[in-house]
DNA sequence: TGATATCTAAACCATATGGTTGAATATCAG
DNA sequence: CTGATATTCAACCATATGGTTTAGATATCA
């Protein structure tokens, strides 16, 4: 109806606006960490920061493997890259830097075959 | 206490994470409108989408200038440029065009005075 | 003055969210 | 088997969210 509509961005742009949740990725950056070792940086009860690894998880910017009883989580960052596509749209409403990269980022589109969407 | 802990980013985050607030930002991007004309695409009621942009409003996403009895919008861009900087961090996990912007953009920090933060 | 238009405020409702605690499920180590 | 470790599940709670309706508050028009 109203487009825009992906239905990752809702969960994906509500998985980000937690700090702790931002924080857990931001850990995941440097690499697969445990439930435990995510909740630990965090005055929470492990069910508690279990949660938001689970809405991280379906949000799709995490993923999860067992290993034995640990479960290791990971960051996915196709996600991450999805929402931020998101903005690709408006960034000619602000001027630093960006402005620069947009204009390269044409500048190519047009020398190569198109990729999906604008 | 956790970092990455801009109070700002929550609240944006969370404005994005509804379909109906993207839809209204986006409208915004063609100009400013009124409360009603960005009410005007949904099934809701007026009371309703005024929350909407009042959620939009204290993200800091839109601003507002009563003129007469309407109160007319407008996107502010600075605030989304703030929560695309926020991605910026997280590039380098992907790798579409972003990396090459990404790669050039760093020869040009290289080259200039640093910005503000990386 | 009075009617209409634009918008917010307030009260309400159902459901979601972020947290807790306590119990259940697996796994690993003796 | 026993016990400790790693994690989830379930129930619960307070508060937030997204919506409604009804009732103002202003502003414009006739």
């Known amino acids: 109806m109203v487009e825009y509509q992906s239905p990752h961005l809702d969960a994906v742009f509500h998985a980000l606006s937690d700090p702790t949740r931002r924080a857990m990725l931001h850990r995941l950056s440097a690499g697969k960490h445990s439930v435990s070792q995510l909740a ?63 204009n390269i980022l044409e500048a190519e589109d047009r020398q190569k075959p198109p990729a999906e969407k604008g």
């Open 40 to 102: 630990e940086p965090f005055d929470m009860s492990l069910a508690g920061a279990s949660k938001h690894v689970k809405v991280l998880e379906a949000a799709g910017l995490v993923s999860r493997h067992v290993e034995g009883r640990t479960h290791y989580c990971r960051l996915e960052a196709a996600r991450l890259a999805e929402a931020q596509a998101w903005f690709r749209y408006y960034e000619r409403f602000w001027s630093d830097r960006l402005d620069a990269l947009q």
